[in-house]
């Protein structure tokens, strides 16, 4: 047992130091495996690290390349772009070349339309002119011959007046009577006490010698109204003659008498329409006016009074003729009645040449009075507050007259 046991040690012994042995053989080879592995791995990543470096530079000079690449193609696309659009530019410039040729040419056309415009207005504002003249004449001759008319119907009615008195004149009673005088010549105081007839002879002659009186005392009046009326002609022509001459007739004129006078023209036609005249006359001294023109629009605004009355049939014919002064600078006559009145749209319109409503009317009366009043420096308007309810129209004047003479050009101004 006990040899078994030094053999046991023995054997412990010599496996340890083959162990140990073994061991630094092993050790050793590691270490050996580890140095060569180092110095592969070495080796390994040195390459490694080399080809890495050489892939950098690589892929370093291909980004280069590529940026340098992509600059050119950036480059060459500017230029493109660059091109294009001086292309563009040079087709917008022959474009716009093109249009401005065009322009030019549409801009000579309308030039040499506009002359020929331009010529063709001037033809025509000449001819207006001519025509604008003519009228102008027109309208005095219109004038005239209207305020001739108006005077030209109290002539009428006048020389009718006249006539007809002198047709039934008694002076046939009273050649009667001298046949019978003379018939009894001689016993002619015996006839006239004695006879039955002849008693009655000396009444029959105070009674005819009364009428005959009568008869001479409205002749008269109705000469008085022929004399005024053609005075008035007169007038009328001598203030269109003073158109030409450009020089107006101021004088001194008492305005109611101007207004007496208008009246008395239209006198026999009032009496006839049996309208009663109001006057309502104020105490003015003599005024410097253009008596014929006043004349003219008062004679005018008579007969349109009378007109309006004649046509309304019921209410009273009644017109007033006011002559006053109004405030301290302005003398005015007015004329009021109680005719068929005036509807409001119409109150001015009744002052436009060729208005009227009346069927034998010309609708130049207002017209050409609203013309002298302005001639004068005064107005001419109208009143009325409605139809059926009379109207009144008034005449404005400076009681110092405008010292501007109406030339044939402002009588048509209206
Ligand atoms: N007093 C008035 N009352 C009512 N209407 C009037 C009066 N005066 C004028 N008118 C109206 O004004 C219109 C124009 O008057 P105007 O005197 O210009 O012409 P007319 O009398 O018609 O014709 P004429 O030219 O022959 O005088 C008349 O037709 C009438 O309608
Ligand atoms: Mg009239």
Request: proline share 3%; charged share 20%.
């Amino acid at each position: 047992m006990v040899v078994g046991e030094v053999v046991m040690i023995k054997d412990v012994t010599e496996i340890d130091r083959d162990a140990m042995t073994s061991l630094a053989i092993v050790l050793a080879a590691c270490t050996a495996i580890g140095i060569a592995l180092t110095a592969f791995i070495h080796v390994v990543l040195g390459r490694v690290q080399k080809d890495v470096a050489v892939r950098t530079a690589r892929l370093a000079e291909t980004r280069r390349v590529l940026a340098h690449e992509q600059d050119e193609r950036q480059r060459a696309e500017r230029e493109l772009t660059l091109q294009q659009e001086r292309n563009e530019l040079l087709e917008a410039r022959a474009r716009m070349a093109e249009e401005l040729s065009e322009a030019n040419g549409k801009a000579e056309a309308a030039l040499r339309e506009n002359e020929e415009v331009t010529a063709r207005l001037r033809e025509a504002q000449s001819e207006l002119l001519a025509t604008a003249r003519a009228a102008g004449r027109a309208e005095i001759a219109t004038n005239v011959l209207h305020n001739v008319g108006n005077v030209l119907n109290s002539v009428n009615v006048s020389a009718g007046v006249v006539g007809s008195t002198l047709r039934n004149s008694r002076v046939a009673g009273l050649a009667r009577a001298m046949q019978l005088m003379q018939a009894h010549a001689g016993n002619l105081g015996q006839y006239l006490t004695a006879d039955d007839k002849g008693r009655m002879l000396p009444g029959y002659l105070a009674a005819v010698s009364e009428a005959l009186s009568n008869e001479r005392d409205g002749m008269l009046q109705e000469v008085d109204r022929l004399i005024k009326s053609v005075d008035h002609i007169k007038d009328i022509v001598a203030t269109q003659q003073s158109h030409a001459s450009a020089a107006n007739v101021i004088e001194p004129v008492q305005p109611s008498e101007l207004a007496e006078d208008a009246l008395s023209m239209q006198g026999t036609a009032l009496a006839r329409h049996q309208i009663t005249v109001i006057r309502d006359y104020a105490d003015l001294p003599p005024v410097p006016l253009d008596r014929g023109r006043v004349l003219q629009i008062l004679v005018n605004l008579i007969s349109n009074a009378k007109a309006a009355m004649s046509s309304a049939q019921q209410g009273e014919h009644r017109m007033t003729l006011h002559v006053g002064r109004f405030g301290s600078d302005t003398l005015r006559f007015s004329v009021s009645d109680a005719g068929e009145g005036i509807a409001p749209e119409n109150l001015t319109r009744i002052f436009a040449h060729g208005f009227t409503t009346r069927k034998d009317g010309h609708g130049f009366g207002l017209h050409s009075s609203a013309l002298a009043a302005r001639q004068m420096g005064g107005t001419l308007t109208a009143h009325s507050d409605g139809p059926g309810r009379g109207a009144t129209f008034v005449l404005d004047l400076p009681l110092v007259p405008a010292s501007g003479s109406a030339t044939p050009e402002a009588a048509t101004a209206v």
